[in-house]
DNA sequence: GGCAACAATAATTTATATATTTCTTGGAAA
DNA sequence: TTTCCAAGAAATATATAAATTATTGTTGCC
């Protein structure tokens, strides 16, 4: 029985239920890009999509929604939340603000451990290459994984569960952005010197140190993102959202 | 069977939908602790309680499960947020953390108008009886109302929309605790010395003042229901959350 | 006589409810 | 103690009801 248990949800379903596979399933597709910014998510195209019905459906959208990827409006379905320009540059600020408390707070609890989990984390995403291919970029799903053990490790000594789970939704929305935009933002920078740069401040103690290097790590990515023409092309309206 | 049904529509839920509506109850009756902690939320209790289907049902719980308030168990329905000692401090060290970084920064960005939303939002809850009766504690609704707007004013100011709805849902959860404890904690302090201070640092452009007494504010909350016994005494393992 | 605006109806879509299936858990028997 | 069966609860699917939007037609005004 704990053998059985353990293998059916070992290969069979990663997540048991319906609704948290569709939930996954339509977190990536988010993520990616491939649900656009601002459109309709009709429940037909939906179930079509993800072969599963309504409620799961629903289910799963109202999380996403909590996680601010969806948007709902009231008796007129969901949609793709929007981006603009605004949010952008409101959630990099908000961003490197509370990492940067987050990040101090670690470095003031820290610990032996942490430290060589830091020390891991930087040595395994510096070794792992960002692009699949070396002419163009390709997504490499095990650098994004990565990349982001390496962020939450920064934070992971601070202390606060709550705390970290909002820098993990500010990273989220941060990410759709980053995705967006990543063909034209690959070869310009260096990132690995920048992740580099940030653990040695770490392991040296120096707080404030670190702190700048986080966060004009951060702001680069959103300058990039922002000088993006493309992106935000479509938006008339850049600021506003309903 | 259509016609009651339609009128029951009409009347009760002008213009929201059964979800919302469902949401707001279940909301109340968590904060107010006629929900206690660690009780299982049966399907069919919650449609006989509050006269409703499953499908609005999962909706507001996977909303309240989002804010903190829920938990959900994966094949194994979903159950109210439990307490401990361990949270209520986690919970209040990082809204201490959190508040302190959003009122420096909504002192920073200060203007006129922002100033006077301030006075006004503490002289409305100064005059405001925090209880209905005077002999014993009844809880008033305008109070806490005038309270949660006269915190959220001092934040306001932050230019952060994610930052502000981060400070709301870690209000809300310690809202809770302090619900749940509250008849003890009536007597012994003058909160509204405290806010006018905090409102009159604020005006001064003291910023460091502003925010040792505003964490202090909130440590003395923590510290009052930490010293009730009562409330923590049926939990086993303090800390531990499934 | 033609164009525009408003209203009404129909179609599409969301929201709710009920029924069915699947999973878990507890109890009994081997 | 372990396994199997039954009962109950949760998750999903389908059907029904309600609401919004779009299109078409009619009427009024230019």
Redo the contacts between chains.
């Keep these: 029985m704990v053998t059985t248990s353990a293998l059916r949800l070992a290969s069979v379903t990663p ?3 319906q609704a ?1 596979t569709v939930y996954d399933r339509l977190r990536e597709d988010l993520l990616s890009g491939r649900l656009e910014p601002g459109r309709k998510l009709q429940m037909r195209f939906l179930t079509e999509t993800y072969q599963t019905s309504q ?1 799961p459906l ?2 799963a959208l ?2 996403l ?4 990827l969806v948007e709902c409006r ?2 007129r379905g969901f949609y793709v939340a929007d981006i603009s320009r605004n949010e952008l540059i ?2 990099t ?2 961003r490197c ?2 990492e940067s ?1 987050a990040l101090r ?1 670690s470095m003031a609890a820290s610990t032996p451990q942490w430290e060589e989990l830091l020390l891991l984390a930087q040595h395994r995403l510096a070794r792992t290459p960002r692009s699949l291919k070396s002419e163009h970029f390709e997504d490499n799903p095990e650098w994004e994984r990565l990349h982001r053990v390496f962020h939450r490790t920064l934070i992971g000594n601070c ?5 970290m789970a ?1 820098c993990g ?2 990273a989220d929305q941060l990410y759709r952005y980053r995705r967006l935009s990543i063909q034209r933002a690959f070869p310009s920078r260096h990132v690995s010197d920048e992740h580099q740069a940030i653990m040695t401040a770490v392991l040296s103690k120096e707080a404030d140190d670190a702190v700048a290097l986080l966060t004009t790590h951060y702001q680069q990515t959103a300058d990039v993102i922002l000088q993006d023409q493309q992106i935000f092309r479509e938006l008339q309206n850049d600021g506003e959202r309903a």
Excluded: Y
């Design positions: 997540s048991s239920t948290s409620t629903r289910e109202n999380r929604t909590a996680d601010g009231e008796q409101e959630l600020k908000t603000w509370v408390l707070e202390g606060s569960q709550s705390l909002f939704q500010l």
